[in-house]
């Protein structure tokens, strides 16, 4: 069960291996087909079979009509290619297109992997998955006497049956010192809803990208960074990652999940990993922003050739946004994020 699958109208070709379903092969290919279960409940995932043939994979709940069949309807969640074939389907391209959704997953695993971040990893249910873009957070928690936080998912959307999120250490935060009480283990249900923020890739755009993320900012940089070798559209992929100093840490302390970026680095020949060495702890001056800014932009040529993405604290981008503004860049051409992203 394998073969190309050609998506018409929007003319991409995904390639499905294995036992992949048409939807779980263009989710992996970095479309973002309509769905909602995946598990043939609710018939949002419905396509046409406009030629070639299908292997059902599994029978399904929802009904469709005689009519329907006929005129080659079919789930793309409960069938897979049988060879090359040509499916009709609609494609989300807009994020007012996504409806808000609610969800109660649960807790796979809690893992601090740094002083200042828990790695917190959610399954979905069987019968309900969350469709959103890369780069989009959601609201969790306000079940079983949990506080509510919003956070950036920091997993890619072609992973539908999971939900990652990297939670910073904040005083502040309910939710974050919730997770760091160890108020959620193995197991836990936490409701989920969402997902918000305007936060995308700009996949117009066939340029080269530069991502710069202070700390967390890291989590939907990720998420749009995968998105990005699915679909296979930049020409060349830069990610600049900034951390403050922790407590008790050295300044030569790795980013958390540093071996990750490295190992996109190793191996895709148009990814470059740039760890900023130093650690700051002034993050919330402007001024700092601008530093760090002009240092790591001083080795690049044209700008005009990339497109930036700045996900950090308010502060942070509006330092980083005046040094790039100073190439005369079109406002256009640098997208930023703000949300939760934590020790500012």
Known sequence: MAGKIDFIPGGKSITAHGHDSVLQAG????????????????????????????????????ILSDSQKGQGHFLMCSNAPDGDIVV??????DIVQIPEQFLTGKVKTVEQVDSQVMLLHLRTPRSQRLQFMAGQSVELGGNNGLPTGRFPVASCPCDETSLLFHIP?????????????????????LDVRGPFGEFRLNEKREKSVIFI????????????????????????????????????????ERHYLDNYCRSWDDALH?????????????????????????????????????DFYIVGPPAFRAGMEDIINGYSLEDSRIRGCDVCMGLL
């Open 27 to 62: 989710l992996k290919g970095g479309m973002s087909l309509n769905y909602r279960c995946s598990n043939g409940n609710c018939g949002e995932c419905r396509g046409v079979l406009r030629s070639g043939k299908l292997e059902r994979l599994r029978n399904h709940d929802f």
């Open 88 to 93: 009709q389907a609609h494609e989300v391209d």
């Open 169 to 189: 250490d904040m005083p502040g935060d309910a939710f974050s010192q919730a997770v760091f009480s160890d108020a959620l283990s193995k197991g836990s249900k």
């Open 213 to 252: 993320a202070w700390h967390t900012g890291f989590a939907p940089v990720k998420s749009i960074i995968e998105s990005v070798i699915s679909l296979r559209t930049a020409e060349d992929i830069h990610l600049f990652r900034v951390s403050p100093v922790s407590q008790g840490s050295s300044q030569a």
């Open 270 to 306: 148009n990814f470059t990993y740039h760890p900023v060495t130093q650690r700051f702890s002034l993050v919330s001056a402007v001024d700092v922003a601008r530093d760090i800014a002009q240092d790591i932009l001083s080795g690049f040529g044209n700008l005009a050739d990339y």
